[in-house]
């Protein structure tokens, strides 16, 4: 009887063997198995924030800060862009992305301004993206139109202080009425040239004309742009006798207009200045080292170029917020300081 229980309980440890083996498969396949369809769908339903490689991580910070009192709502495509004032133009509001590094700058090939004085400066507007175009000829020595130049003016200052709401220039909506008596509506550049007037910024003449298709003359260009940087003309030069006396000694800056003396010798107040930080310096950077104003020329395109690459604080000290800002500053940010 012995002999016959023996095989028995041997035939029963190896079913428990196996059995248990299995189990160990088992569990083992469980673990390692993809997983299945519907984890992958539950998985990707949750919401992921994602910057995209042409969202700038500045903008991202920031958000998208609110429109100021008279500000057109921003249409839905641009709702997200961070952009701080509607209406200005798409490539000069993103030029603050561009210049964060996070896309490339946009390659200007103008085929007539290689090795000219101002290549760099017409460069860096079409990159900043003020130009109407980036290729074709620019047509450097052309004079530039009173409505170009300040169309110009308008989209650089938008750029360059693009994360700052309260230093962008509004445009003017299409059902605004003009205070130019040469001046429609439905002209292409209204938003820009009634916006910078709204604004406080003269662009204009004393009799309501704009004169928008005559070139911009040398006096008009710098009292235009004295006038935006400095946030108006100085009360010690609102008196005409006394802004002349405070221009530099060009030979002929007693044939400087009335009307533009003021906002001349407010921008000619850089020299009270010590810092060259902070100096503004239109005339200089513009016509470069000068006897003569020529207040009557026109200004040519490679001229106008030139003046636009540094925007005033809109404040007559230059403290602070108020530190002038370049184009080569905006499209080459200086890295925030680490923590």
Partial sequence: MRAVHIPALVLCAVVFMAGCAKKTDTTTAEVTSPPSAASDVSASATPVAVISPSSSPSDAALGSPSPSAGASPASASGASTGRAASGASPGANGAVAAAAGASPLATVAFTDISGTYAEKAIVALG????????????????????????????KTNNAVWANLPSKQIHPAESGDKSDFTDLQSSDPDFKYIEGMNAAGISVGFPDKTFKADQPVTHEQAIAIKAVLDRGGIADRYKAVDMAKSRLPEWKDKAQISAAFAGAIATDASDDDIN?????????????????????????????AAMLLQVIGGHAQDTNGENVPRSVANALHPSPSPSP
């Fill in 275 to 303: 810092s060259k930080s902070t100096q503004i310096a239109n005339v200089g950077r513009a016509f470069g080292a000068v006897a003569m104003f020529r207040p009557q020329a026109p200004v040519k395109r490679g001229e």
């Fill in 127 to 154: 990159q900043l993206g003020v130009l109407d175009s980036t290729s074709g000829t620019f047509q450097p020595e052309k004079p530039v139109l009173r409505r170009e130049y300040v169309r110009w003016l308008f």
